[in-house]
């Protein structure tokens, strides 16, 4: 019995290593892999590294259950037939020839964005949106009159989410311009997971907003319906809060992380003048006197 419970506990070490390391996969792609390799070094070599904070557990169960669920929506879209947006029942078509313009692979990017894409077409479901295949750019457009924006067209993942054409006309430089989003969206997933791309885009939005967001510009200003008004960043009292805050944050951290490897190191704690030993007459001699 004890020789099985041995022969099991390997097993048991692979098994959740290997469960822990897709998840760090699944959630925060080649940088979640990169994070993991590095917590199993750490450890490994015996470093402090404390607790996980709930916060982040917290974080990381909510992503992965978002996870679950965006996939589980996407296959489900997947086994699903879907109209063509050339159906008059749902959107009229948007004439356009796909292109190779060297962005990355429809097929890599509807694998890439599987996550987010099945969470925009369970949105669309639960607020009783229609939903119709884009064949030229081969991707979902999910219409909804009162949509979050309702005036503007946002990608998420494989899907363009938009009201109807009645109230914001699709052309087919739009569908260009959206496109070029699913790539994005592609890249930073492999990168950083499935939610790598909002956050990058808020920020870059936060500093440089309108037709100065870079991703809008790497999209085509002109095709996604942007005037330029500018390239710098905006440097408001919004922004020199944020920054400040960031600063003084990174500054925090890199004293209590100096002063935690200070502790760690053996011998760097002194005891106070006249509490040696030798100063209350304890311990050994000094070198060449010898006690009577």
Not at 43 to 57: D, F, S
Not at 75 to 88: K, N
Not at 156 to 174: E, F, K, N, W
Request: aromatic letters at 8%.
């Amino acid at each position: 019995m004890a020789a099985g419970t041995r022969s099991a506990t390997p097993a048991r070490r692979v098994s959740s290593m290997v469960i822990s390391m897709v998840v760090a996969v699944a959630v925060g792609g080649v940088f979640g892999l990169l994070l993991w390799w590095h917590g199993r070094r750490v450890r490994r070599v015996g470093q402090r590294t404390g607790r996980l904070p709930r916060v982040r557990r917290a974080a990381v169960l909510v992503a992965l259950a978002l996870t679950v669920v965006g996939s589980v929506s996407r296959f489900g879209a997947a086994i699903t037939p879907t109209p063509s947006c050339a159906d008059p029942d749902y959107l009229a078509p948007v004439i356009s020839e796909p292109e190779n313009d060297g962005s990355f692979p429809s097929l890599a990017a509807k694998i890439a964005t599987w996550v987010p894409t099945g969470l925009a077409l369970l949105y669309t479901e639960l607020r009783g949106g229609q939903v119709c295949e884009y064949t030229p750019r081969d991707y979902y457009v999910a219409a909804k009159s009162d949509n979050l924006m309702p005036d503007v067209a946002v990608n998420v993942g494989d899907v363009v989410l938009a009201a109807p054409v009645s109230s914001y006309p699709h052309t087919r430089s739009l569908a260009e311009h959206e496109s070029r989003h699913r790539s994005q969206w592609a890249w930073f997933t492999v990168a950083a997971g499935p939610f790598a791309f909002p956050v990058a885009y808020w920020i870059d939005e936060f500093f440089f907003p309108g037709s100065r967001n870079h991703f809008e510009r790497a999209a085509g200003l002109a095709d996604g319906n942007y005037r330029p008004t500018g390239t710098g960043p905006v440097l408001g009292w919004p922004q020199i809060s944020v920054l400040a805050l960031l600063g003084a944050t990174t500054v925090t951290l890199l004293v209590r992380r100096r002063t935690r490897r200070r502790d760690d190191v053996p011998g760097s704690s002194f005891s106070p003048a006249g509490s040696s030993r030798h100063a209350t007459g304890g311990g050994c001699p000094p070198p060449g006197r010898q006690r009577p």
